[in-house]
């Protein structure tokens, strides 16, 4: 397995931007699908996006579409989320996944068990 370490959370004002990031250990990173999911109080993890191993192939939530960008660089080991025009609702812990298996389509990707490394997290808080 991969270990992964996210950083970039914060408390930013409805509107604003972040950039969170992810780095993953190892000499593989090329070789797993990468995905975030979020979690706010009281909910269910939710997935945010995927990327494929080349990032060739991206897929997001309805709601984050337009909004929010995935990107990899396979030389640094790292997996970005670019969120722009963030909202209240955007509110969560954010979660970085690395998963190993190889689906026919990044659609499989939308469900946590595609995954099985995670990162710790990280609080990204949106103010009205």
């Known amino acids: 397995q991969v270990q992964l370490v996210e950083s970039g959370g914060g408390l930013v004002q409805a509107g604003g931007s972040l950039r969170l990031s992810c780095a993953a250990s190892?000499?593989?990173?090329?070789?797993?699908?990468m995905g975030w999911f979020r979690q706010a109080p009281g909910k269910e993890r939710e997935f945010v996006t995927a990327?494929?191993?080349?990032?060739?192939?991206?897929y997001y939530v309805d709601s984050v579409k337009g909004r929010f960008t995935i990107d990899r660089d396979n030389a640094k080991n790292t997996v970005y989320l670019q969120m722009n025009s963030l909202k209240p609702e955007d509110t969560a812990v954010y979660y970085c996944?690395?998963?190993?298996?190889?689906?026919?389509?990044?659609?499989?990707?939308?469900?946590?068990?595609?995954?099985?490394?995670w990162g710790q997290g990280t609080q990204v808080a949106v103010s009205a």
């Open positions: 990327i494929s191993r080349n990032g060739a192939n991206t």
């Open positions: 996944a690395a998963g190993s298996t190889l689906y026919s389509s990044i659609v499989y990707y939308t469900r946590p068990t595609a995954f099985d490394s």
């Open positions: 190892g000499r593989t990173f090329s070789s797993y699908t």
